[in-house]
């Protein structure tokens, strides 16, 4: 009898093809970890509260009209999941792009330089700069408090 509760609450589908069965209540996130598929993200930490703000980790979801948020969307049975289609990565890049026109370019002096998120998945999709005109407004650092820049 637990077996059975146990497997009423699993949930079956597919990332990319493959199939999987996680836990009801599982993140698309979490799910394409388990399968070694690392969705692209920004905003998104196990241990914060789920934002879905930066739309980075955007996956194709069979049936919907628009790309999902992998991070904030739960799994359903008979779920089929896209996360390297040609609009996938478009919509990455572009919101890469955005994110960069509304960025200083100060890398080389930045405290994080060498260990940013952002260098590291413009670099996986072979961003060199922004095609986008800049947007960033010239505003003083806070100095005041160095856990804050």
């Not at 359903?76 to 289609?85: F, I, K, L, R, Y």
């Not at 413009?122 to 408090?145: A, M």
Request: aromatic letters at 2%; one cysteine or more; a positive charge.
């Amino acid at each position: 009898m637990n077996e059975t509760k146990h497997e009423s609450e699993m949930v079956h589908l597919t990332i990319n093809n493959i199939p999987l069965a996680v836990p009801k209540g599982t993140k698309i996130m979490q799910a394409a970890r388990k399968l070694g598929i690392d969705i692209p993200h920004l905003c998104y930490h196990e241990d914060q509260r789920i934002k879905a703000r930066c739309r980075l980790c955007s996956v194709e979801v069979v049936g919907k009209r628009r790309l999902l948020a992998a991070c904030s969307t739960e799994v359903w049975e008979g779920m089929e999941v896209h996360t390297d289609t040609q609009i996938v990565r478009d919509t990455q890049v572009a919101i890469l792009q955005l994110m960069l026109a509304n960025h200083h370019k100060d890398c080389l002096s930045c405290p994080r330089n060498q260990n940013c998120d952002l260098q590291r998945l413009c670099s996986r999709f072979n961003i060199q700069h922004s095609s986008l005109p800049s947007v960033c407004k010239e505003e003083p650092r806070i100095v005041t408090n160095p856990a804050i820049v």
